[in-house]
């Protein structure tokens, strides 16, 4: 593939939609040959100091000129508003050259504009990044074609990246190729979740898209439940609360050999729409086999209350021996 400069290279070139992963950062390159874990305690036995490993940090840029909004018909205050936020977004990248994570994660539910992109090229390039955007396009018949997902790993962590236009298309509102492509992302997503129930290593599932919108499928957010999913997060920054929580979120359960309501969707003030179900008329099993599950195999996971539409970075720690010492913080640049 070719690119325009090495910095849209470096920001679209890692994504290979084939093989639905990023350059540099696959299951290979983690010496995944081996349970995930075990490489990581074999480095641990082989160290001679007996000081803990340092928790694995990678970051997620939250801003809301990631998100699809109303643009202000006046024109001079929307121009104001945008350079405010290019401002701001600015000093997240100051703030990432800085600190130096493992990563840096931008999902976005449109383009980004090309001031964002500039900033983004300028991040170290030492420090990966992963760019999960809807791409633009003219002709609205080939937009299953410019929604990607795909998956990365960092130090026997997974990260999957879904398509948030994807995972909302039903029957009734999309044509065949938007249908087609949607059921392609069910049957990957399928596969992945089993993987990561049989190895049980760390999993993060990222969204581009409002998933408090009431639009997204409560059937999608079971089966990564079910999937061992320790969290999932959209572009939109994490809420700001006076309670201080080390994985702050709303908790979504998965209950053994469960069924809900084809069709139906996740509404977080409605507690009823995510009781379990297991009657047979129209409802669908969250399992993708015929086997019977017993107590041990309910589980749960937490869906960020992504809903602050304002810019910071949002940071993710991950014990690298013990997989559920895991936790999430806002650091806001505005502040």
């Known amino acids: 593939r070719f690119f325009i400069n090495g910095a849209e290279a470096r920001l679209e070139g890692r994504i290979r939609p084939d093989t639905r992963d990023v350059v540099g950062l696959t299951q290979m390159n983690d010496d995944q040959g081996k349970a995930p874990q075990a490489a990581v305690e074999q480095s641990q036995f082989e160290r001679k100091s007996n000081d803990p490993l340092e ?3 990678f970051v997620q840029i939250c801003s809301p000129l990631l998100m699809e909004r109303t643009a202000n018909p006046n024109a001079d205050e929307e121009e104001a508003w945008r350079k405010a936020q290019t ?4 000093k997240c990248v100051a703030r990432i050259n ?3 994570p493992k990563l840096v994660l931008v999902c976005s539910q449109v383009t980004v504009d090309a001031a964002c992109r500039k900033l983004l ?3 170290n390039e030492s420090i990966p990044v992963v760019l999960h955007e809807a791409k633009a396009t003219d002709d609205a018949s080939s937009a299953p074609q410019k929604q990607e997902f795909f998956s990365f790993w960092l130090s026997g962590i997974q990260g999957v990246c879904l398509s948030y236009p994807l995972a909302c298309v039903t029957d009734d509102n999309a044509d065949e190729a938007n249908k087609a492509k949607r059921d392609q992302q069910l049957a990957w997503v399928r596969e992945q979740m089993e993987l990561v129930r049989m190895s ?3 999993f993060f599932c990222f969204v581009n898209g409002p998933i408090h919108s009431g639009d997204f499928p409560l059937y999608l957010l079971k089966r990564l439940a ?3 999913a320790l969290a999932m997060f959209s572009p939109l920054a994490t809420e700001k609360s006076d309670k201080k929580t080390k994985r702050a979120g709303m908790k979504l359960q998965y209950h053994a050999n469960e069924k809900i309501g084809r069709g139906a969707t996740w509404i977080p003030e ?7 179900s297991n009657d047979d008329d129209g409802n669908v099993s969250i399992k993708s086999t015929d086997s019977v599950e017993d107590d041990g195999d309910d589980f749960e996971t937490i869906i960020d209350s992504s809903s602050c539409a304002e810019t910071g970075l949002r940071w993710i720690r991950v014990d690298p021996i013990h997989a559920d010492e895991w ?3 806002m650091d806001w640049v505005g502040e």
């Open 55 to 57: 928790m694995l940090e």
């Open 200 to 202: 049980k290593h760390p």
């Open 226 to 228: 079910r999937g061992r």
């Open 270 to 276: 409605k507690d009823e729409e995510t009781a379990p």
């Open 87 to 90: 401002k701001l977004f600015r």
């Open 327 to 329: 936790s999430h913080s």
């Open 121 to 123: 090229a300028r991040i």
């Open 98 to 100: 800085k600190i130096r």
